[in-house]
């Protein structure tokens, strides 16, 4: 009885979590979390000049799951928070309007999508004017993470993870107001790399 117990959990847990592998980025959802557990692309664009007018976020319609919608984010400080920024694509305009799904929005404090990690974007645009930049972006939820009443689970922390000439360079957000008026070098870590493989939840703390 254990054994078939363990086996329906990994079942379920498998058939909550989906890979989706779009034309600019790749995904791992969670369904039970209404978020991201990972996201990860490549540069493609830095200095585009499409505009965004008239853009909003909007379900994946090929995408079976439960994601995160507008009532999430309905007058409280989370941002609906691009993981694969739409400047990053923003040389063809098909593929800026691709950025605006829920599968590509996370819950991401207002202060930190405005602040530090609107910042760092500039600068992985920076760098892919004369490098390849590849981008992983992982969510982090813990015992601390707050469950909104309309069901989506909001990360602790947002982990950027930049590979570019042969570098590696790892960035870990609190998901808070504390990090306003901070540098985004603040918060590159050392010896630290969650790169993930696969599409499981391995990666909460």
Known sequence: MKQILIFLFSVQLLAAQQLVKTDIFEVCYSTNKQQPLWLSYEVECHS???????LNFKKDVSFT??????????KNVWDKGHLAPAA?????????????????????????????WKNLEKYER??????????KVVLEFDANSLLLETGALVPSYFVKILSYNNRVEVYRFPNDDSVWHTHFKDYLIQDDNPII????????R
């Open 88 to 116: 990053d694509f923003n040389c063809d305009y098909e593929k800026l309007r691709a950025t605006f799904t829920f599968l590509n929005c996370a819950l991401q404090h207002e202060k930190l999508n405005r602040g530090p």
């Open 48 to 54: 585009g000049g499409f505009s965004r007018k008239g």
């Open 126 to 135: 920076k760098l892919s004017k004369k490098y390849t930049v590849q981008v």
């Open 197 to 204: 493989d696969g599409c499981t939840e391995v990666y909460n």
């Open 65 to 74: 799951g439960v994601t995160s919608d507008n009532a999430d984010y309905y």
